[in-house]
């Protein structure tokens, strides 16, 4: 039970942002400019400094990454063996294919860095800045090729996609945190108190932002997809990555860092990227406002079975 109450206010401020965003106390376009500061300014500033500072010595990260980047590819691969007949048995075409792609493998971000430092402490935001580094990057690319296979929006080129992975502010962030760890000098006290101070309101704006995005009036709409990225994000995608880390020997706090950083809802660039490319966007609308909701139950659940 204790981990349902520790999350419990995580999802009060989502229903606050909610509610802001319904009573138009903040009007939608202020919503973007939050969104945009939390992505763009104020997260990559604390990946950065919990990376710069934190200590890896003890931990399996190459095995930890590798487990995670396994645990994805294989729900990629499932979904595609099976592209066929889930389109048959969940009525689909080849647009919403891709959104149900996009909301079985993606993740958000947002709501796992501020999840993890409810369960594990502030330290435990390194561990996710580096597993921003392993997934983003892979998830990217694929999704980009199932939208550009699937979907019937014009297809990106190869620049247009790599740049897409290396102008990603969390992949510049950790990417340059661990570079940083490289060079063997301590983060000065000025560069850690500045950045200190930039992040320090990320996780509660950022929760905001979630619940602004929330449509529930539109998510009764295509329940067979929406049940079933849910179920295949929510549910099967803890249950590959506990498997690889068990494969890889990875235990602890850290296997349990990457299984809760797993069972998050899909990211809210899905949206983006499905209305961009030809997806099916209010179908990743509906499964994003979904998957929040049941991560409410889901998440608590499974880091009570992981404890």
Known sequence: MNAFIALFPVFIVILIGYLLRRSRFIEDHHWLGIDQICYYVLFPAIIFKEIAAADF??????????????????????LLTARSWLCTVLVMDG??????????????????LALVPI????????????SAAAMIPLLNLVNVAVLAHYASGRKPSARVVALSVVKNPFVL????????????????????TV??????????????????????????????????????KLLLMPVLFAGWLWLFGVTGPVAAIAILSGSVPTGSGAYVLARQMGGDAPLVA???TVQVLCAAVT?????????
């Open 95 to 112: 647009p919403a294919f891709t959104s149900l792609f996009q909301g079985a493998t993606r993740w958000h971000t947002f709501i796992a």
């Open 195 to 232: 950045l200190d101070m930039v992040g320090r309101g990320s996780l509660g704006l950022a929760l905001l932002a979630v619940g602004a995005g929330l449509r529930l009036d539109q998510a009764v709409g295509t329940r067979r997809p929406v049940i079933a990225a849910t179920a295949l």
């Open 299 to 307: 998440i608590p659940l499974i880091m009570t079975i992981v404890a």
């Open 173 to 192: 962030s950790s990417v340059g945190g661990v570079l940083y760890k490289f060079t063997g000098l301590p983060l000065p006290g000025l560069g850690y």
């Open 286 to 288: 509906n499964i994003l």
């Open 57 to 78: 010595s003890r931990i399996p990260v190459w095995s930890m990454g590798a487990a995670m980047m396994l645990a994805i590819s294989t729900m990629f691969a499932l």
């Open 119 to 130: 369960y594990f402490g502030n330290q435990a935001i390194a561990l996710v800045g580096l």
